[in-house]
T-cell receptor, first 114, second 115 residues
Framework: DQQVKQNSPSLSVQEGRISILNCDYT??????FLWYKKYPAEGPTFLIS?????DKNEDGRFTVFLNKSAKHLSLHIVPSQPGDSAVYFC?????????????FGEGTQLTVNP | DTAVSQTPKYLVTQMGNDKSIKCEQN?????MYWYKQDSKKFLKIMFS???????INETVPNRFSPKSPDKAHLNLHINSLELGDSAVYFC??????????????FGPGTRLTVL
């Protein structure tokens, strides 16, 4: 039962344009959402997060939007740069017994073309 | 200064062998984790330790045994390796257990190949 889904395995955008990565979840107990970025042969690195009490969080070129009614979140990168090319994982946590347990999506490979 | 380090980075071994992967974090964190990334690229939690105490133990075969000698180390020992154990194993740590705002810091991963 995949509770966090990233339906697009890959996304290709032109440098300078906006990249939009999507994530859907099914567990209504999730109350905290994170995006991680992963380069080949490295571990995932934390990028940005959002609590369920918010619908938007911005950090420089990165903005995460949360639509709780649709159980959907998205990561916007603008402007996109070639160095942003990586796999992006959406993750969620929450619920009384979850503690710090993170449930990850399967990742989206972003390629930013110069 | 590597925050979360794992050794070895690559591990190739025969079926039936016993192997260990070591993890160390120098962040002063209380909680450490092991994740498995399978061929479908899903990252799934296996274990979590908080202050050397096992907190999360997902449905992982008994052949997998984590060991935490101290807060900074969480090792993973695997007995009787099987082909299906081939994957990338990531260690991670977070400042504390519980609370929604604990971002996890990941090691570089150990690629295990069982022949």
């Amino acid at each position: 039962d995949q509770q966090v889904k990233q339906n697009s395995p890959s996304l290709s955008v032109q440098e300078g344009r906006i990249s939009i990565l999507n994530c859907d979840y099914t567990n209504s107990m999730f109350d905290y959402f994170l995006w991680y970025k992963k380069y080949p042969a490295e571990g995932p690195t934390f990028l940005i997060s959002i609590s369920s009490i918010k619908d938007k969080n911005e950090d420089g070129r990165f903005t995460v939007f949360l639509n709780k009614s649709a159980k959907h979140l998205s990561l916007h990168i603008v402007p996109s740069q070639p160095g942003d090319s990586a796999v992006y994982f959406c993750a969620a946590s929450g619920g009384e017994t979850s503690g710090s347990r993170l449930t990850f999506g399967e990742g989206t490979q972003l390629t930013v073309n110069p | 200064d590597t925050a979360v380090s794992q050794t070895p980075k690559y591990l190739v071994t025969q079926m039936g062998n016993d192997k260990s992967i070591k993890c160390e974090q120098n962040l002063g964190h209380d909680t450490m984790y092991w994740y498995k990334q399978d061929s479908k690229k899903f990252l799934k939690i296996m274990f979590s330790y908080n202050n050397k105490e096992l907190i999360i133990n997902e449905t992982v075969p008994n052949r997998f045994s984590p060991k935490s000698p101290d807060k900074a180390h969480l090792n993973l020992h695997i007995n009787s390796l099987e082909l299906g154990d081939s994957a990338v194993y990531f260690c991670a740590s977070s400042q504390e257990y519980g609370g929604a705002y604990n971002e996890q810091f990941f090691g570089p991963g150990t690629r295990l190949t069982v022949l």
